[in-house]
């Protein structure tokens, strides 16, 4: 083989190294549970807090340390930004909590690039690297990641799409009978009831029905229409971290906090 075929080949093959290299690198963020280990330089010890991404949407999730997260993400080779992050509005008293919170979400708000490396997965400010984590045992979209059913909560609303829903969410809630296939309880004003049609992660409900009391005193009916409006337009549903996120396609509609019933 001439030195002139043999440079051909070599030439081919590193176009194709780097061509595979690149889609790696497109794809090593997705379909990942990556828990938080580092912070600022800092062990950041047992925590809750993880991010989940899908570059196909362009959409992350997670949970800050003790809230639910959520938001944008634009991957463009090592090249990562990260804007439009949402977050539920629980209290945590546990010490330092709402503080990593705080700290976690600056920082990812401020990701210039990122590297994985084996298992692990560095995130970085322009040269200073700010977040590492590591991959953890749950798969992203798992239904390992639950084993909690639509029936055994109580679901309090804490969230419309990404606009926490506040005090008024918080006497806003359904319950689910399994045996009966119906879904009801309380809008914020009026008592709601239906039936309900889930098929693995797919879910619908029919026939909602609610009294017709009208609540002047707040805006209270407001957020009756958008969550009724909501389970309308729900096709699908996730049980994650103590939260019921009912979707239609990958819109989050709501957000629903599991309490006991």
Known sequence: MTSYFKTIIRASAATVIFALSAFAQGTDLGAKHWQLIYLNGKAVGDTKAYIEIDPSTGKFNGNAGCNRMFGSIKVDGRSVAISGVGMTRMACVESNVMKLEADFTKALQTATRYRVNDDELSIYADD?????????????????????????????????????????????????????????????????????????????????????????EDNRMSTERSFLDGLQATDRYEIKDGMLNLYKGDTLLLALRGEKK
Do not use: H
């Open 128 to 216: 200073k690297r700010i977040i590492r984590l590591r991959v953890s045992a749950v798969p992203l979209g798992s239904a390992a990641s639950t084993t909690t059913k639509l029936e055994d909560r109580k679901w309090v609303l804490e969230s419309i799409g990404k606009t926490p829903a506040g005090e008024i969410g918080k006497q806003v809630f359904i319950n689910f009978n399994a045996a009966k296939g119906s879904a009801g309880g309380n809008s914020s004003c009026n008592a709601f009831g239906g039936d309900y049609l889930v098929k693995g992660n797919s879910l619908a409900f029919k026939g909602i029905i609610s009294t017709m009391r009208a609540c002047i």
